[in-house]
């Protein structure tokens, strides 16, 4: 079945940076479609980015500029490079695949 984890969260002060990862088993990994997604406390859970199969990408204009979509089809995983982070960034972050499984998430906090 598939199986998606995640990885790299963590406390990071104001201005700093964190490298995301999400390594996913049980598709085809070349051909799906991934995304970001996030929740903060007390909120819904939103989108923050996706990256297509054949390479684009998407960001939502919050994060725009400072994350960074990636993604590494050798080793089944993609990755939300976060620079610049501010204390509206925390969250926990999820990934999901374009079939609709998701992973456990991990969380961010950004904070001095």
């Known amino acids: 079945q598939e199986q998606l984890v995640e990885s790299g969260g963590g406390l990071v002060q104001p201005g700093g940076s964190l490298r995301l990862s999400c390594t996913v088993s049980g598709v085809i990994f070349s051909r799906v479609t991934m995304y970001w997604y996030r929740q903060a406390p007390g909120k819904s859970r939103e989108w923050v980015a996706w990256?297509?199969?054949?390479?684009?990408?998407n960001y939502r204009n919050s994060v725009q500029g400072r994350f960074t979509i990636s993604r590494d089809n050798a080793k089944n995983t993609v990755y939300l490079q976060m620079n610049s982070l501010k204390p509206e960034d925390t969250a926990v972050y999820y990934c999901?695949?374009?079939?609709?499984?998701w992973g456990q998430g991990t969380q961010v906090i950004v904070s001095s």
């Open positions: 999901r695949v374009d079939t609709g499984s």
């Open positions: 990256i297509h199969y054949g390479g684009s990408t």
